[in-house]
């Protein structure tokens, strides 16, 4: 048995003991140590595709990017979750439109938009803006009803100033390049996604909804990536590319994804989303250390702000 089957097998049982998490409670104990170490792996792990998005820029168009990506991550998704998608086809049905919504904003908007960007900014830029992403989870759980906590809402703000200070180079004055406006429209699709998380029906198990949503959102990119084929051209397999979309197709998206699936059933979207907020310090320390973009002391002084932030702001209670 794999370690995506043993996953889900226990996906309803925690579910049924997080649905409290719905109204706020965000797990505790074990269930609480679990889920943000999910959505530590996710934030991880897609800090790496940041880095991808801008190494691959200049050799393979943005849109062809994104649909190999998800190409490859249903062909690694396929061999675990093709028999539970089948056995659950009457009950997908039965929720095409919440599939159809979630796979618009996680797969065919977000990474599109993020990959888009790679062309005009650099990597610890797209890290430090898709760190705007957890301030809508949070906006969205507490309109939903959801209590936040003190702690966590300080968390988030101090994560947020430490945000704030890197993307304006200690001023606070904003200067966007066209990249970031692309990347301000993932953080949105990204935000929006983990929160309608909260919605998916507790029925359709783990395997089946991120299959199925790989392939709906693959399939909704298919007209734009056949316009950029015809327009653009394709670009040359070797080494340097199909390596990338490797990690972006299998680590990137079939694990990450379905690592933060989970941790979203467990904690909550605005819980997870503080430990989101480590991601602009990934990014940056990747890359500086894979494409040789700067970091000083303010970018050593804003991650600690950012760690801070996160361990308040993640930490059990509500005070």
Request: glycine residues 14%; proline residues 3%; charged residues 10%.
């Amino acid at each position: 048995m794999s370690v995506l089957d043993r996953s889900d097998s226990d996906s309803v049982g925690a579910r049924s003991g997080t649905e409290g998490g719905r109204t706020g409670s965000g797990g505790t104990g074990a269930g609480l140590g679990v889920g943000l170490a999910l959505a530590a792996l996710a934030t991880v792990v897609w800090s790496g595709s940041f880095v991808t998005s801008r190494a691959l820029a200049d050799s393979v168009p943005p849109i062809q990017h994104a649909f190999w990506r998800w190409i490859i991550a249903i062909a690694a998704v396929a061999p675990f979750a093709v028999r539970q998608t089948w056995r659950q086809r009457a009950l997908l049905r039965q929720h095409l439109g919440f599939l159809l919504a979630a796979s618009l904003l996680g797969v065919t908007v977000y990474n599109t938009l993020v990959n888009q960007a790679g062309v005009t900014t650099t990597a610890g830029n797209m890290g430090m803006i898709m760190a705007a992403s957890p301030v809508l989870m949070a906006v969205y759980e507490r309109l939903g009803g959801a209590r936040l906590g003190a702690r966590r809402v300080t968390g988030m703000l101090v994560a947020c100033v430490g945000v704030l200070l890197l993307v304006s180079g200690g001023s606070l004055a904003m200067d966007l390049a066209v990249g970031d406006l692309w990347v301000i429209g993932g953080a949105v699709a990204f935000g929006s996604y983990s929160a309608l998380l909260r919605r998916r029906p507790a029925e359709i198990s783990g395997l089946p909804f991120l299959f199925t949503t790989f392939v709906l959102g693959a399939l909704m990119l298919l007209p734009v990536f056949l316009v950029s084929l015809a327009v653009q051209g394709g670009f040359e397999p070797t080494a340097a590319t199909v390596s990338p979309l490797l990690y972006v197709g299998v680590i990137s998206s079939a694990v990450a994804f379905f690592a933060w699936n989970k941790a979203i059933a467990a904690i909550g979207a605005a819980r997870a989303g503080v430990v989101y907020y480590l991601q602009p310090v990934c990014v940056a320390l990747l890359s500086f250390a894979v494409l040789g973009e700067g970091m000083g002391w303010l970018q050593v002084m804003c991650m600690g702000l950012i760690l801070g932030g996160v361990v308040l702001g993640s930490s059990a209670g509500r005070k």
